[in-house]
Every structure is written in C-alpha cells, then in structure tokens.
C-alpha cells in the first residue's frame, strides 16, 4: 500500500536559518510527488512539484525539493527563514494507478522563532 | 482567475442528521476531488468527480456521496453523521485526473470545517 511518512512532527528554527522538512514515500512506480504548506483555518497551497525530469525542483517562495529515488524521499528546503514562513507543511504523493487519489503525509508544523 | 470557494465555512450537526457542503472549482478545472482532514492529521481522499461521473474513491462507507454539474461545481453529501465525521472538508480541482493531475497538482479550497456534536 502506498504510504507518505513525515517523520518529524513539529519543527522550530531561528528567522533566517536554514530549513530542511524530510518526506519518504512507500510506493513502487514512478510517484507524483508534492508539497503543500497550510496556514491555520485555511486550505492547502501548492509550493512546488516533482512529475519527471530534472529531481531539484524550484518552488514558490523561496522553496525547493530534491526527489531521490534510492532513498523514497523528497524533502523540502529553504536556505533562510522568514516568520512568514510559520505553517503546516504536507508531503503528497500521486501516481498513474493510484485511482486519481493523492497520499498525504500527516504534516510537519513549523515555527520560526525570531 | 477564480480560486476554489466552498461553502459554508463553518457547520455544526447534530449526530445522525445529514449534511451537504459545496465546491465550485477553479476556472477552467473540469475536474473535483474532495478530502477529508481530521484535527492534526493530513487530507484523506474521498473521491472524485469528471465529467460528473465518479471517477475514483478512496476507503469511506457509502453514506459519503458526491455530485459534479455541468458547470464542474460539485457537492460533498454526507448521511447518518456521526462524531467522528467531525473534520475539515477540502475540495480540490484540477484540470482532469490522472496524469494531468501529477503534472499540474490540486488547487484547494479553504475547506468547511464540520462539526458533529
């Protein structure tokens, strides 16, 4: 069965620090594989994604992911903070035959002390 | 360009009633997709409409029934409710299931949060 993990549940950094948010996904194809942050009360928005082609990919806001395929992991970046940046982070992942559903991690919160 | 609205916001059922939620999805997404996120866990598909026919659902009883118009809106029914349907409903649209949804992702709504007491 496909199954998204997100390992750590709460994260803090310091304004400015760098960021990683670590993702691992159980599934034997070629995945869709995506990030969502969600801020409190509200619904999900898409910061970046990876369909084929180059692993590095580029986002909004400053974000970017790297799919490596030996590892089952797409995790997120950020080379320096912002409070802003305060949220719900989700990892999805998609593929071919997974009956048009997304799999989603159970989030990573995160905080930005300044 | 028009994002994903739905409607209400907020709802509070009793336990047994029946309740509808509604989506209508971005301009020119032909394509709905509802979850369903329960207090500090990530979205859970529920299922899909094209074409305003379903076309794919994840692990919910029947009870949980949608409908997708001509316009590509849709609405999420839910009978017989019970406490743990209490949760925030998100629809999502896309430009069609499938391989264009791996390319294009979901665009969510900020979901209905529903409460059963």
């Known amino acids: 069965a496909q199954s998204v993990t997100q390992p750590d549940i709460h994260i803090t950094v310091s304004e400015g620090a760098s960021l990683e948010l670590r993702c691992n996904y159980s599934?034997?194809?070629?995945?869709?594989l995506f990030w969502y942050v969600q801020s409190p009360g509200q619904g999900l928005q898409l910061l970046l994604k990876?369909?084929?082609?180059?692993?590095l990919v580029q986002g909004i806001k400053g974000f970017e992911a790297e799919f490596k395929r030996s590892q089952s992991s797409f995790n997120l970046r950020k080379p320096s903070v912002h409070w802003s940046d305060a949220a719900e982070y989700f990892c999805?992942?998609?593929?071919?035959?997974?009956?048009?559903?997304?799999?989603f991690g159970t989030g990573t919160s995160l905080t930005v002390i300044p | 360009e028009t994002g994903v609205t739905q409607s209400p916001t907020h709802l509070i059922k009793t336990r047994g009633q029946q309740v509808t939620l509604r989506c209508s999805s971005q301009?020119?997404?032909?394509?709905v997709s509802w979850y369903q996120q329960a207090l500090g866990q990530g979205p859970q598909f529920i299922f899909q409409?094209?074409?305003?026919?379903?076309?794919g659902r994840g692990n919910f009883p029947p009870r949980f029934s949608g409908l997708q118009f001509p316009n590509y809106s849709s609405e999420l029914n839910v009978n017989a409710l019970e406490l743990d349907d209490s949760a925030l409903y998100l629809c999502?649209?896309?430009?069609?299931?499938?391989?264009?949804?791996?390319?294009?992702?979901?665009?969510f709504g900020s979901g209905t949060r529903l409460t059963v007491v």
């Open positions: 999502a649209s896309s430009l069609g299931g499938g391989v264009l949804q791996g390319l294009y992702g979901y665009t």
């Open positions: 599934y034997g194809a070629t995945p869709y």
């Open positions: 990876y369909f084929s082609g180059d692993t």
């Open positions: 999805a992942v998609g593929a071919l035959n997974t009956g048009n559903q997304f799999y």
């Open positions: 301009s020119g997404h032909n394509t």
């Open positions: 409409y094209y074409r305003e026919e379903e076309n």
